[in-house]
């Protein structure tokens, strides 16, 4: 019996989901003049921070902000908001400014924790929304009757078990502890088996809410805002979980719509992003970004269009194929229903062109559109749909949130049915009914049973019949595969596959080279041949004599600056603590400009210092072969610019903070190393990513004008 009561209660419990806590509540929102927090007037509130923009609407702001433990203000432009908010993201609003400050949360009224400022500081009255915090909570998730399942490890992880201190005791110990993300304690259960008070706490690591476990009762977790992963960004290549399973080519576009006289009244915002979402009457479906299900949002075709009688009377009676505007996923205009309106002629002749836009086909095109009704002016207002191929102009991803909510299979259907097939892995089963007209009359009778796995790309149209074979040159001629071209592939094979690092010879046949197939988003092309450029440099370099407190200093910030001035740095740890190194260059230019001037080195505030009281030793450089460099390759560490990747600001991740209205990124507030995305400028140094080190764009000189 008391058995049988135990696995009741191990199951009851096991069946409990984790309790998301109310993590921030807001005090009444206020009307305001900015972001400055009473700069130029009654003097800033003490601590003011300006985090950084974001672009969204109330809801979305208010999270954001919520789920951020430093943001203790937001305020958003509601007067002129695509200008307030030209140095968002996405350059437009909607938007809303994240800001820091000492004096809350508390309960009071908004205008009172952040009031307005004066001057040059303010913002045209009454032009701005803004919300004060009342309430932030250390802890957003309570688990009962579980444990952490995934824990994810970062810089500084410990845990760090006790036993004999009590629940209240093990909560204040994470709460007054920065690094503390999440602590697991024993409850009554295990107090009533005998086990003593035990306390978890857990330092820099993640614990990912849907691994918390529910099957283990006798425990309380806590979760603070910082033990959640951040969700990384989506760029390019297949859906998240069709993990290029699919048939087609990876989708690398999304949609633009922009209208004539900027916002219509009977149609999505102006200058939009629309994305990939599904496949309706043999056509692609695209969604708005941040309101995918929101009001005629969706861009979808209807191939028997009958409502013209309500676009005013045009082409009343008519039957045609049409482009509409439609809400997803209820389609109500598609069966039988109606919202806003139709692209295109009753004839139906722009409609296949708009359709090839919509498949990527065609780049742009510009047609009308025909409103519901003409009540606010003209009866119809001409619609511009543009193919953006830039991710970042595509909001850093090219699919739709509802495409990733799919299965494999459904995203495989809808991605199969509107985007070209990529070249098959297998031969034909039906051959060309045209082979070549001169085959070889002297086939081999005995072809070899071992041919080579590595056979010449390029032999020779006459080899020597007498070769040289007891001196043959130490100094060989070292093929390669052409100049570097904007893309990162050489000229030989200048046709990158999207979301790939392959270079083709055309599309998509004569496979050549890899990029990088160590990094390349698809894994199965890591063993692929890396190309090789005819105007690459290579050297080599090592570090010896590093003492143990040198080694993190100089292998995350000395050689992480250095990898700055490359195409590529691959670092190559040795058991005793020194490093062999090895140096990409695009051309002998840029190797030339490194090595001859070291200003950089001496313009970062103990940099020069640290490195000349280490004794680090550093050995001449010399130039090496390719064949020399690419064994190491695989077996080392290839060294992250200090700049680091683009974020969705546009800055770099190591000098992440966007000066509001400017193209200027900082490593601080508002000081430390800076950088300007604006690459046409020369008053500060352009910032640098690690994604351009294969785009083949000439590297920027930054060593006179660095800034500290």
């Known amino acids: 019996m008391m058995q049988s009561l135990f696995i009741f209660s191990v199951v009851a419990l ?53 789920n951020d433990v430093e943001c203790m203000v937001f305020t958003m432009p509601i007067a002129h908001a695509d200008y307030e ?41 009454n032009s701005y929304r803004l919300w004060a915090k009342k309430t ?72 990912d809410p849907e691994q918390l476990t529910a099957s283990h009762p006798w425990f309380e977790t806590y979760l603070k805002s910082s033990a959640i992963p951040p969700v990384e960004p989506v760029t390019s290549g297949p859906p998240m979980s069709s993990n290029g399973k699919c048939a087609s080519v990876p989708l690398d576009y999304c949609l633009k719509i922009t209208w004539e006289g900027g916002h219509s009244v009977y149609a999505p915002a102006h200058g939009k992003v629309f994305r990939l979402g599904d496949v309706l009457n043999g056509e692609p479906v695209f969604l708005e970004d941040e309101d995918e299900t929101g009001h005629a949002s969706a861009i979808t075709y209807m191939p028997s269009f009958t ?58 095109i510009t047609t009308a559109f025909r409103a519901r009704t003409n009540s606010y002016g003209p009866a119809h207002r001409d619609v511009k749909i543009d193919v953006v191929r830039d991710v970042m102009e595509c909001g850093g991803r090219f699919y739709s949130d509802a495409l990733f909510s799919k299965s494999d299979a459904e995203q495989c259907t809808i991605l199969d049915a509107v985007l070209p097939m990529a070249p098959t892995q297998t031969p034909t089963d039906e051959p060309s009914a045209h082979p070549t007209l001169t085959p070889t009359d002297e086939p081999s009778v005995h072809p070899t049973l071992t041919p080579t796995s590595n056979p010449t790309l390029h032999p020779s149209s006459s080899p020597s019949l007498n070769p040289t074979t007891d001196q043959p040159s130490q100094n060989p001629t070292m093929y390669s595969d052409g100049i570097l071209l904007q893309n990162g592939c050489p000229s030989d094979y200048p046709e990158r596959y999207p979301g790939t690092n392959r270079c083709f010879g055309h599309v998509w046949g ?49 050689q992480r600056k250095v990898a700055q001035y490359m195409y590529e740095y691959v670092r190559c740890a040795k058991s005793d603590g020194s490093y062999e190194d090895f140096y990409t260059f695009v051309n002998e230019a840029q190797r030339q400009s490194f090595e001859g001037n070291n200003d950089w080195f001496i313009q970062f505030p103990g940099m020069k210092d640290m490195w000349d009281a280490s004794g680090v030793v550093q050995s001449s450089s010399i130039d090496i072969h390719r064949d020399e460099y690419m064994p190491n390759y695989q077996s080392c560490t290839k060294v992250v610019p200090l700049g680091g990747t683009r974020t969705s600001n546009g800055c770099p991740s190591r000098i992440p903070l966007r000066y509001p209205g400017t193209d200027r990124c900082f490593e601080t507030m508002w000081k430390g190393e800076w950088c300007n995305v604006n690459a046409n400028q020369n008053a500060d140094p352009v910032c640098q990513y690690e994604e351009d080190r294969h785009l083949g764009t000439a590297i920027v000189d930054y060593f006179t004008n660095v800034q500290c």
């Open 136 to 207: 932030q909570a250390t802890y957003v998730i309570h688990q009962t009757g579980g444990a952490c399942g995934a824990v994810t490890q970062l810089a500084g992880y410990a845990a760090d078990h006790q036993s004999g201190i009590s629940e209240a005791a093990c909560r204040e110990k994470c709460t007054n502890d920065a690094e503390c993300t999440f602590y697991s304690t024993l409850n009554h259960l295990a107090y009533a088996s005998g086990w003593p008070r035990h306390c978890m706490i857990y330092k820099n690591a993640y614990c």
């Open 510 to 558: 004569n496979f050549g080279c890899n990029i990088d197939p160590k990094h390349d988003p698809a894994s199965h092309h890591a063993s692929d041949r890396r190309c090789v450029y005819s105007d690459f440099v290579y050297v080599k370099t090592s570090h010896t004599n590093v003492p143990e407190w040198m080694r993190q200093y100089l292998t995350d910030t000395i």
């Open 85 to 125: 908010c030209r140095g968002s993201p996405s350059g437009s609003g909607p938007c809303c400014f994240l800001i820091y400050v000492d004096n809350a949360p508390r309960e009071a009224t908004s205008n009172s924790i952040c009031p307005n400022s004066a001057g040059g500081y303010a913002r045209a009255a």
């Open 307 to 364: 409502k013209g009688s309500s676009l005013a009377g045009y082409c009343a009676g008519s039957t045609w194929p049409a482009v509409v505007l439609d809400d997803y996923p209820s389609y109500p205009h598609n069966n039988g229903g109606w919202r806003w309106g139709v692209a295109g002629s009753c004839t139906g002749t722009e409609t296949s062109d708009v359709l090839s836009v919509l498949r990527g086909t065609t780049d742009t």
């Open 14 to 66: 096991a069946a409990f989901a984790h309790t998301a806590l109310t993590p921030y509540t807001y005090n009444d929102p206020v009307i305001s003049n900015g972001f400055y927090c009473g700069h130029g007037a009654s003097g800033a509130v003490a601590g003011y921070r300006l985090l950084r923009t974001f672009n969204g609407n109330e809801e979305q702001c208010k999270v954001e902000c919520g």
